[in-house]
Nanobody, 115 residues
Framework: QVQLVQSGGGLVQPGGSLRLSCAAS????????MGWFRQAPGKERELVAT???????NYANSVKGRFTISRDNAKNTVALQMNSLKPEDTAVYYC?????????WGQGTQVTVSS
């Protein structure tokens, strides 16, 4: 079983930056893919970014060039650096991993982009 504990998030003005972090209760060294998803009010949960154990990344078109996903295998953490934030980035953000046949999700973190 894996616990994913998220930190970061909050309220920021348009154009601002936030950093989300996700700490895993197990070593992520052997976990291939970890990712971030988000869910805005009234919308389905959507993929934001993923990163493999080899460091390959994938981003939703809506965040390319603004968000950066990274992982620190030594600290068992995955981070999402969000720059140039827009009101449409407002959502609850979740980290996710797939481990030994199961999906595991973080508790969710609210990100609100508003002036």
């Amino acid at each position: 079983q894996v616990q994913l504990v998220q930190s970061g998030g909050g309220l920021v003005q348009p154009g601002g930056s936030l950093r989300l972090s996700c700490a895993a209760s197990v070593s992520i060294f052997t976990i291939n893919a970890m990712g971030w998803f988000r869910q805005a009010p009234g919308k389905e949960r959507e993929l934001v970014a993923t990163i493999t154990s080899g460091g390959s990344t994938n981003y939703a078109n809506s965040v390319k060039g603004r968000f950066t996903i990274s992982r620190d295998n030594a600290k068992n953490t995955v981070a999402l650096q969000m720059n140039s934030l827009k009101p449409e980035d407002t959502a609850v953000y979740y980290c996710k991993t797939y481990y030994h046949g199961y999906d595991y999700w973080g508790q969710g973190t609210q990100v609100t982009v508003s002036s």
